[in-house]
């Protein structure tokens, strides 16, 4: 709410000609002070800007209005906003491959769908990969596969027993190969030998 829009600048609008009745003048003050009240409500007016914001009755009345079919409504708040801002692009895009990401990922961020010829298989076939490592609830075979047969074109069949659930660990490791000096006598004569390399270096792994 703007804080310079107060009553004196509402009542800079009123005619002169009528503020010089008293009665008048009182009325269109009290008038402009209601006015200026109700500007705190106009930011209640935005909804899909202040998804963020809102609480979980008013996102599930959104989900039934926007008729998200595959809304969690014993879900977290978490998911329900993913899921309410994903809606419409999932909505023009069912049948395709990126639908059913997005709404995985809405669930277990990282999810990713393979089709046929990324893998190998047989035309038309696909699979699903479950990324659980940042998982937003207990994934239930049962959900996975709803979500599947919302979003999966018509011609598209799931490979059997092709539902991957993966898990994604950062390992950090450390390696130093250091060398030393030693001593190894020659006849009378002492030698001088370097064995080994330097520096340390140091590698970040990903394992999936």
């Known amino acids: 709410m703007n804080d310079n829009f107060g009553t004196d600048v509402l009542l800079s609008s009123f005619p002169p000609s009528l503020a010089v009745d008293a009665d008048k003048y009182a009325l269109a003050r009290v008038i402009a002070e209601e006015l200026r009240a109700l500007l705190g ?43 309410i801002k994903s809606c419409f692009y999932v909505h023009r895009h069912l049948g395709t491959k990126n ?6 990922c809405d669930l277990c961020p990282g999810s990713n769908v393979e089709e046929w010829f990324e893998y190998g298989g ?40 092709k539902v991957i659930y993966r898990t994604r660990d950062t390992i950090e490791m450390s390696i130093s190969d250091e060398y030393f000096i030693y001593g190894a006598p020659k006849s009378s004569e002492h030698t001088e030998v ?3 390399v330097y520096p340390e270096n140091t590698l970040l792994c990903t394992r999936d």
């Open 194 to 196: 370097r064995a080994g």
């Open 122 to 161: 047989e035309p038309y076939y696909f699979r699903i990969v479950i990324d659980v490592t940042e998982q937003r609830l207990p994934i239930v075979q049962s959900d996975v596969e709803r979500y599947i047969e919302i979003f999966k074109s018509l011609r598209s069949v799931l490979e059997s027993n």
């Open 99 to 104: 639908s059913l990401v997005t709404a995985l």
């Open 41 to 83: 409500d106009c930011d209640k007016l935005r909804i899909y800007s202040r998804i963020d914001e809102l609480d979980e009755e008013l996102l599930d009345i959104l989900a039934f209005d926007f008729a998200v079919s595959w809304y969690y409504y014993n879900g977290s708040i978490e998911i329900k906003r993913a899921q």
